[in-house]
């Protein structure tokens, strides 16, 4: 710890990062017999994109400040391998909240739930992916910060750290904005592949993480009442899936034409038919 | 007070974005249904000689918190100020911008109000006196009816470029009442705004999208579509293969880890079509692939395919866009 604290003259700085497993983005996504859920006997899991870089930011304010890296997630027992490969790639320690109460909650159930194991954790700095690839609910950081009375700042394309505040930079339409906020706080990860990088987890890293401490628990060793946060308390739920109209077969424009005869076709087909030209 | 259905405007840089407009159409449609007034809640710097505008497209009367310290979005500041005209007037509903600052103050929010929200919903129907929106999911490989809770507030945000706005009532004025509010001590501030002044197309916001993948081969090779974007008055975006190769802005990548679009035309350039591409443009009204391999998948989804070499093709489509534009108007 002192050895940390001397690091770089700075604070060290704990950072929990709430990850989410979500289905491989190769995923085709069908919609099982009950018409509200998907089917997922044959998907593959993987660490949500968007948590994996922050996982990855959380790995560099580590390294620049000291301190730890702790990896909080939900879910059933195949999340431990995500949680593992998080373990890999350098974080120090994971939770998982396992609780079959929280089937079936919505955003604000589980934001109860990292809230309380987040609390426990008493971590300065929050870092969660502003989006999971799957559902797309964009809700978690910034609800756990509202239950924690923490300042939040979201869709980071770059983040900093120096002990005492978190900056961002946060793309906005047309334009972007550079925010601060003091710590503790929570701050979610945009931007994509090109600008975290995140790393792989070594050989090394791999071996490692098989002996790093992962908890396994329950809503109520977090003092969290399950019938606050479970289908039964859940404000809005899905009641059926679609899935997106068939596109009418579109045609080749004739191979027969040459360039500019396939190009002035072009035109025309976006003009009268499609009218968008 | 009689319960209301409630929109949240979204207002920057001395203006509503238009967005909110969408949003004030959609609430509109909702109270209507629902046999409900439209509320409005208009909140920033200035914001008071604007907000009455809000009336042309719908809303009674809006609610308005006016001052300097909301100059910039900050969700610590607003949610507590939107919070407290929400228990003001006791929305039944909630709409608001599926803009970046929207889902965000939209998730704070409802954590705030326990209440239930719908992100980025794309369609809105009221059934017995209750409201149901559909949203998508896997980005946009499926989609979500999302249904609420007896007794449950439904917050909805709106995606942009979606839901139909009205042609503007130009003599309809909302009523105006200023709320004087307090806004908390925060710990979060914005400490730089840095807005494009070039005048280039926001892809989201974009009616046409002009996109290069892989097939590009190059950064300098950009020029071909940026010129034909400019002709389109179109954005150009770019598949995440061009954007790992340092070729264009990660804010330009299209696909389920990009930008989820839905252009009335998004013209492929040298895509293949992989799935997390097709994830985030699917939707698009028209389809136009260029790639010189048949085989390509982008072309299951393309409404015109054309099978060609896209440095000898997009000069000469550009050519026939410039004649057309010169016959037009
Ligand atoms: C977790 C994850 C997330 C991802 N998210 C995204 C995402 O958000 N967006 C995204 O786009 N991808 C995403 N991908 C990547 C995706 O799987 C593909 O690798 C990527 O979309 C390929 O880009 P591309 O089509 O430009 O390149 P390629 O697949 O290499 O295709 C290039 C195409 O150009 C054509 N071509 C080459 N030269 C010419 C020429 N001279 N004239 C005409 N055609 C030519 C070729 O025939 C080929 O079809 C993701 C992948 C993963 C694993």
Known sequence: MLEDLLKKGGLAVNIAVLLKQTPDTESVIRIAGDGKSIVTDDLKWIINPYDEFAVEVALRLKEKHGGSVVIVSWGPQRVVESIRTALAMGADSGVLIDDEALEGSDSLGVAKALAAAVQELNPDIVLCGSRAVDYDEGQRGAMVAELLGWPHLALGVAVDSDGSKVQIDRPIEGGKVAAEADLPAVATLGGSHAVWNPRYASLPGIMKAKKKPLANKKLADLGVDPSECGAGAAKIRVTALEMPPERAAGRIINGDLDTAGKARELVRALHEEAKVI | ?329
């Not at chain 2, 046409?208 to 954005?235: C, F, Q, T, V």
């Open chain 2, 1 to 329: 007070m009689s319960k209301c259905v409630c929109m949240i405007a979204e207002f920057r840089g001395g203006n509503f974005r238009r967005v909110s407009f969408e949003v004030a159409s959609e609430g509109k449609r909702i109270a209507d249904s629902l046999g409900l007034s439209l509320c409005g809640i208009a909140v920033g710097s200035g914001v008071a000689d604007k907000a009455a505008d809000l009336g042309r497209y719908g809303v009674d009367k809006v609610f308005v918190a006016d001052d300097p310290a909301l100059e910039n979005y900050v969700a610590e500041a607003y949610v507590p100020v939107v919070a407290e005209i929400v228990a003001k007037c006791d929305p039944a509903v909630i709409v608001l911008p599926a803009s970046v600052d929207g889902k965000d103050l939209g998730a704070r929010l409802a954590g705030r109000l326990q209440a239930g929200l719908a992100q980025d919903c794309t369609e809105v129907v009221c059934e017995n006196g209750a409201v149901k929106a559909k949203r998508p999911i896997f980005a946009g490989k499926c989609f979500a009816w999302c249904e609420w809770a007896e007794g449950a507030l439904p917050v909805i945000s709106c995606r942009p470029n979606v839901m139909d706005c009205f042609a503007p009532m130009e003599d309809k004025r909302a009523e105006i009442e200023k709320v004087d509010v307090s806004i908390p001590a925060a710990r979060s501030r914005v400490t730089g705004v840095d807005l494009d002044t070039s005048g280039k197309v926001e892809l989201t916001e974009a009616e046409i999208i002009i996109s290069g993948g892989r097939g590009m081969k190059g950064p300098e090779n950009y020029a071909l579509i940026e010129e034909l974007a400019g002709l389109l008055g179109a954005a150009v975006g770019a598949s995440r293969a061009a954007v790992d190769s340092g070729w264009r802005p990660h804010s330009d990548q299209v696909g389920q880890t990009g930008k989820v679009v839905n252009p009335n035309l998004y013209i492929a350039v040298g895509i293949s079509g992989a799935i997390q591409h097709l994830a985030g443009m699917g939707s698009s009204k028209f389809i136009v692939a260029v790639n010189k391999d048949p085989e390509a998948p982008i072309f299951s989804k393309a409404d015109y395919g054309i099978v060609e070499d896209l440095f000898s093709f997009i000069p000469a489509f550009k050519e026939e866009v410039e004649k057309h534009k010169s016959t037009c108007s």
